[in-house]
């Protein structure tokens, strides 16, 4: 099979929770992929499955959740089909996390240049302690007094300075790939700027790709390169920013960036009509089609997949054709 | 607020608190229509005789005064003398006291250690088996009365199997290592005599054991309770992508955070055992200071009876103190 991305090729991900009320399907058939030193960003609304796709690249998905089908490879190996205990060589080493709630993702009772140690102790085999002048040089990098903040508990950082350590943490064994699962959504908004510009200035450094989980379409404007708009479970459309900004294609996608503030904008703000639908009984078809303004009678019946359109631009939508063809199988 | 001040906040609680219980004992103990100087003279005493008596032991005085004068002499470590003894409760207090100290202390241990690991095996293996059997085990724990398990146990390991001892410190033929803090345990272990110690140690063993079943079970369950929800925390999430063994996250990042609910219930069943203490030192005839208050009271002994259980109230708050510490050593969030 062709790789779509070199770093990271993701096909077919299919992940489910079983609860009490029933399967929930929080992925069905997500596509993805990645070039080295590339910035993607995952947008959709909440509950669309952004965080789940990043978690189990990770393959952190916890109980009662699943991976069921799918293909994640990432730098030549693939992820689903390694042990644990390879697995374990690769997250945090060659591919590492950051996440919302930066002061509930740090240990309370460990001292921060503690916590950094024992991501680069295991990546380099050597006692935590010898770490630390590595540690110190880490927290300098990300604009953090390493006299100061060496020793401290994370309860005595601020928002903004735990989300440093946690970049710090993430990025001291220089992994390939940095996933940020709305790394600024839980800041104030003068404390996201600065820790976006740290994550651009640091990525532009290392050379490490990053995958920027948001639902913040202004943070993938002036952040990501490329573009993966996800709905209920499902890639709907991935274009380069620029391009996907000036030209959607899915009606998504066109009603996400309807619903966005700028300034200058004069035209009134359009809500998508409808909600997220349940995913324990998802739409049939494709997902969108209840909410889809320019639904067709085959988007009620079948699900689109996504096909490359114009030469980068893809698109899950059979307004643009029905080449690929497939049926719902559900 | 500092740790100083928090001591020192701490140490003003146990006051109050010790005062409380002062009050209790001292009006429950002379408020109830019984009558100690009939007890000790009989019924048909003379009046005269009553009279001197009550004038000797003080309660010809108003009960203010006799409060007064109790809670003075608690200060000073002074219970007044015991009816039935006619030693100074103190002295009886300090001679039963570390028998019951010894059984507390060894059934902690026993507890601390069974309960932890029973809790985090099952947290960490949830619904399998060993979760099932230590949930069963901890029902049991709690729900059994104390001498009925105490009873059982000595009918398997003392008449059917004979492993363990039925009751007493040592055997019948053994003498006590030479007194320094009155637990057989460390006094044998300082006097070099091991055989001593071997036979205090399996004298110890099932009573020990009894009194600490209940506190094991609870220590499992809350261990349990807690280790499930701090493996569901962000931080926990956060250790796994950083690669870390399975075994790293829970022992190393897990288990720490989640002894902050446990260490509080040890504080509780600390003060649990000492009042355990009274029903399982009867059963295994075991000379504690449970024994103690427990025959005072068929005696009338009020002023043992007070200053027993005065004594444990101390210990127990004692106990909560030492925990109020090792909370703020484990968790730096209190040690602002």
Redesign the interface.
């Known amino acids: 099979m062709e790789l779509r991305g070199k770093l990271l090729d993701v096909s077919g991900l299919k992940v489910s929770f079983y609860t009490y009320r029933g399967v929930i399907k929080a992925l069905d058939g997500v596509e993805l992929w990645m070039d080295s030193g590339e910035r993607l960003g995952v947008v959709g609304e909440t509950g669309c499955g952004k965080s789940v796709t990043s978690l189990a690249v ?1 393959r ?1 998905i916890e109980q009662p959740g699943e991976i069921q089908a799918g293909k994640v490879i990432f730098n030549g190996k693939s992820l689903l089909e390694l042990s ?1 205990e390879n ?7 060659e591919m ?2 950051i ?1 919302q ?1 930066p002061r ?7 001292k921060v240049g503690y916590q950094i140690g ?2 680069i102790a ?1 990546s380099k085999k050597m006692p935590i302690k010898k770490t630390y002048p590595e540690v110190r040089e880490m927290l300098k990098l990300v604009g953090l007094d390493p006299d100061r903040v060496m020793n401290s ?1 994370p ?1 005595e950082l601020s928002g903004g300075m735990s989300q440093r350590v ?1 970049i710090g ?1 993430g990025l001291a064994t220089h992994p390939k790939l940095l996933i940020a699962d709305e790394p600024t959504s839980a800041l104030d908004v003068t404390i996201q700027a600065q820790i976006l510009e740290l994550l651009d200035e640091l990525a532009r450094k290392m050379g490490n790709a990053v995958m920027l989980i948001t639902h913040d379409m202004g943070v993938v404007a002036e952040f990501c390169d490329k573009v993966m708009v996800m709905y209920a479970g499902n890639s709907v459309e991935y274009a380069s920013t620029v391009e996907l900004f000036e030209r959607p294609l899915h009606p998504y996608t066109g009603g996400l960036l309807l619903a966005v503030p700028r300034v200058g904008r004069t035209d009134e703000l359009k809500a998508i009509k409808g909600t997220v639908p349940d995913l324990v009984d998802p739409p049939s078809g494709c997902r969108f089609h209840p909410r889809c303004p320019r639904v067709m009678e085959i988007c009620k019946e079948n699900r689109p997949p996504l096909v490359q359109v114009e030469p980068g631009h893809f698109v899950a939508c059979y307004l643009y054709g029905n080449e690929g063809e497939v049926k719902e199988n559900a | 607020m500092n740790f100083g001040q928090f001591l020192l906040r701490r140490l003003f609680l146990m006051i109050i608190v010790l005062f409380g219980v002062a009050c209790i004992v001292f009006f429950i103990a002379n408020i109830i229509p019984a009558d100690p100087v009939g007890a000790i003279l009989g019924g048909n005493a003379p009046p005269e005789a009553i009279n001197r008596l009550k004038a000797k032991l003080g309660y010809d005085q108003p009960l203010i005064i006799r409060f007064g004068n109790f809670i003075a002499g608690a200060l000073r470590g002074d219970f007044g003398v015991s009816l039935k003894t006619s030693n100074p409760v103190m002295k009886d207090i300090m001679n039963y006291f570390p028998a019951t100290m010894e059984l507390a202390i060894v059934a902690i241990i026993i507890s601390i250690f069974l309960g932890i690991t029973l809790g985090v095996l099952s947290a960490v293996h949830r619904n399998k088996a060993i979760d099932q059997f230590s949930r069963i085990f901890s029902i049991l724990g709690v729900s059994m009365p104390v001498f009925w398990i105490g009873l059982l146990l000595l009918l398997v390991f003392y008449f059917k199997l004979g492993w363990l001892p039925g009751g007493g410190r040592l055997g019948f033929f053994t003498y006590p290592p030479p007194r320094v803090t009155g637990m057989y345990l460390i006094d044998s272990a300082l006097a070099g005599q091991w055989d001593t110690f071997k036979e205090a140690l399996l004298h110890i063993l099932l009573p020990a054991f009894v009194l600490g079943y209940n506190a094991t079970a609870s220590i499992a369950r809350i261990t349990r309770a807690s280790m499930l929800d701090v493996l569901k ?3 926990i ?10 075994n790293v996250v829970i022992y190393r ?1 897990a288990l ?2 989640s002894m902050i609910p446990t260490i509080t219930i040890i504080g509780l069943v600390f003060g649990g055992l000492l009042e355990g203490a009274v029903l399982t030192e009867t059963v295994f005839s075991w000379p504690g200071l449970g024994r103690y208050i427990t025959t005072g009271m068929l005696f009338l002994d009020y002023p043992a009876v007070m200053g027993g259980t005065l004594y444990i109230a101390f210990i127990y708050s004692l106990a909560n103190l030492i925990v109020d510490i090792l909370y703020a050593l ?4 209190m040690r602002m």
């Open positions: 990770m952190l644990e697995m374990n060589r690769v997250r945090g080493i590492s996390m996440f709630e509930s993702s740090l240990n309370p009772v460990m024992e991501a295991k508990y309860h946690m943490m | 925390q962000d931080f999430r956060t250790a796994k992508s950083k690669g870390l063994k399975r990042h720490r955070n484990l968790d730096p969030r």
